[in-house]
């Protein structure tokens, strides 16, 4: 099992450019989340997923969508990229969001916003 | 909203010292505390998590204490190592009204040889 991938590794954008991470896990996990990382702010939630076709919005979910027509993959997407979105992203996934469930992360994208 | 607030945010040990970091949280429904591992440049992963029924933990030289009446739960690192330095965070389970897992700010551990 590959666990959870991430793409790409790296990442260097201009102000209002868009893109999209991709997230994918082969654990047949139904929840599936993506966090930013900042320093001193430690892994903050941006939208999880319980489920193919269901989503939610986590703690900063602004200047970000998501979608999860399938149980394997889960992108994220900046719509209009800003500084402020400079960030490492990590996706995770977990058995189904249960209280006890592991989460287990991707490698991380590390993106820059110029 | 913070559920969870760590402590230090970073901590300096000599090789073969104890690391204590700190974990407190508010909300007493809280019923799994586990503690995540991060190495620099990878994602975090399970270090090791205790349920309140019991108030201690062990794996290794890698220990759980849990104050239920203080709302607290501490991860001590024995005989530290250098391999053991990286970010360690704590984390709260799912929130009652939703599936948001909640993670402290985070630990750097630098253990000196």
């Known amino acids: 099992n590959a666990g959870v991938t991430q793409t790409p590794k790296f990442q260097v954008l201009k102000t209002g450019q868009s893109m999209t991470l991709q997230c994918a896990q082969d654990m047949n996990h139904e929840y599936m989340s993506w966090y930013r990382q900042d320093p001193g702010m430690g892994l903050r939630l941006i939208h999880y997923?319980?489920?193919?076709?269901?989503?939610d919005q986590g703690e900063v979910p602004n200047g970000y969508n998501v979608s999860r027509s399938t149980t394997e993959d889960f992108p994220l997407r900046l719509l209009s990229a800003a500084p402020s979105q400079t960030s490492v992203y990590f996706c995770a996934s977990s058995y189904r969001g249960g209280v006890a469930d592991t989460q287990y992360f991707g490698p991380g994208t590390r993106l820059t916003v110029l | 909203q913070q559920q969870v607030k760590q402590s230090p945010q970073s901590l300096i040990v000599q090789k073969g010292g104890i690391s204590i970091i700190n974990c407190a949280y508010e909300?007493?429904?809280?019923?799994?505390f586990p503690w995540y591992q991060q190495f620099p440049g990878k994602g975090p992963a399970l270090l090791i998590a205790?349920?309140?029924?019991?108030s201690e933990k062990k794996e290794g030289r890698f220990t759980i204490s849990f104050n239920k009446s203080a709302k607290q739960f501490s991860l001590h690192i024995m005989d530290s190592q250098p391999g053991d330095s990286a970010t360690y965070f704590c984390?709260?389970?799912?929130?009652?009204?939703?599936?948001?897992?909640?993670f402290g700010t985070g630990t750097s551990l630098t253990v000196i040889p």
């Open positions: 205790i349920r309140p029924d019991v």
């Open positions: 984390a709260s389970p799912p929130a009652p009204t939703g599936n948001q897992f909640y």
């Open positions: 997923s319980v489920g193919a076709g269901i989503t």
């Open positions: 909300n007493t429904a809280f019923d799994y």
